[in-house]
């Protein structure tokens, strides 16, 4: 019997990260053509081919699938190159996190963000924090090869650099370009930069 069982767990595990999968293809999908005002649990199941218990098996709300589809389509492909100047490191990044927040799916995240909790949160710890990192420590090398004022406050420059995406984002609502994220770093960059004196 116990062979049997086993062989019942190996089989069911695939197919239920397909069901999953083929959950979260569908919320994308239906973001793009309804909204996710419009979203509901049954549309999704019925799209996907799951039931809906299928679905809380892992989400207890749409809100927490979207957050999983965001999480999983935002991996960071951003690779912190300590060759390169802090400048450019600072613009991959940002460029990324523009890409990503100015999404359909991005979009529809930050909305509800703002008025859910554990939401917040939960973005906070997954995609803000690991992202917060990786930008202290293109700080941190620009400060220790003498580029940076060796004084600044990270947290402060960060919010410099990165609140105003999230602000031309969410209350703006407009699309961020490049020429944006040249101009926010060439400002941001003037108050921390040290300048040659040659």
């Known amino acids: 019997m116990e062979p049997n069982n086993e062989k019942k767990r190996f089989v069911g595990r695939p197919r239920s990260e397909s069901s999953k999968l083929a959950i979260l293809n569908s919320v994308k999908d239906l973001l793009e053509t309804k909204g996710f005002?419009?979203?509901t649990i049954e549309g999704i199941a019925k799209e996907a081919g799951v039931s809906k218990a299928t679905i809380y098996r892992w989400w207890?709300?749409?809100e927490m699938i979207l957050l999983s589809l965001f999480l999983e389509v935002s991996q960071s492909k951003f690779e912190f190159d300590p060759?390169?100047?802090?400048?450019?490191?600072?613009?991959?990044?940002?460029?990324?996190?523009?890409?990503?927040?100015?999404?359909?799916?991005?979009?529809?995240?930050?909305?509800?963000?703002?008025?859910?909790?554990?939401?917040?949160?939960?973005?906070?710890?997954?995609?803000?924090h690991p992202r917060r990192l990786e930008a202290k420590r293109i700080l941190s090398v620009g400060i220790e090869k003498g580029l940076l004022q060796p004084n600044i406050n990270m947290d402060i420059v960060l919010d410099l650099l990165f609140g105003p995406i999230y602000f031309k984002l969410m209350v703006y609502k407009e699309s961020i370009d490049t020429n944006f994220i040249n101009e926010l770093i060439d400002q941001a960059m003037k108050g921390i930069i040290i300048h040659s004196s040659n």
Not at 100 to 107: A, E, K, P, V, W
Request: glycine share 2%; net charge negative; charged share 25%.
């Open 37 to 39: 005002t419009n979203l």
């Open 83 to 128: 060759d390169q100047s802090v400048v450019e490191n600072l613009r991959q990044q940002m460029q990324e996190l523009s890409h990503i927040l100015d999404s359909t799916i991005g979009r529809a995240l930050l909305l509800i963000i703002i008025e859910n909790e554990s939401i917040s949160k939960e973005f906070h710890l997954h995609f803000l």
């Open 60 to 62: 207890k709300n749409k």
